[in-house]
């Protein structure tokens, strides 16, 4: 059973925008918090955005001002605006359910397939 699921991803000229979605069981949404990792090629795994439990958002200080995470609790859905994209974004974007403090985020185990993000010209 697939618990969280990515959508989006996909070939982008350099300055473009994707917007990429997560969508959770209802169970593992209510239980967790959902936050977004990315990959690239011979890079470890690394967060980009989570919403803390104090309301703010966290983000790598490589997306700061072009991305923007979001969360629609209705459809038990996650998302990920990027605008401006750079060559540097390129990588496998990935959801993850775990733990969000006041000021961090902590990961689980649960994991989706991931999505390709691919900024080219």
């Known amino acids: 059973q697939v618990q969280l699921a990515e959508s989006g991803g996909g070939l982008v000229q350099p300055g473009g925008s994707l917007r990429l979605s997560c969508s959770a069981s209802r169970t593992l949404f209510s239980v967790y918090a959902l936050a977004w990792y990315r990959q690239a090629p011979a890079k470890e795994r690394g967060l980009l955005a989570a919403?803390?439990?104090?309301?703010?958002?966290i983000y790598a200080d490589s997306v700061k001002g072009r991305f923007t995470f979001s969360r629609d609790n209705a459809e038990n859905t996650i998302y990920l605006e990027m605008n401006d994209l750079k060559p540097e974004d390129t990588a496998i974007y990935y959801c993850n359910a775990g733990i969000s403090t006041a000021t961090n985020y902590h990961p689980g185990d649960m994991w989706g397939p991931g999505t390709q993000v691919t900024v080219s010209s």
């Open positions: 919403l803390s439990t104090g309301g703010t958002i």
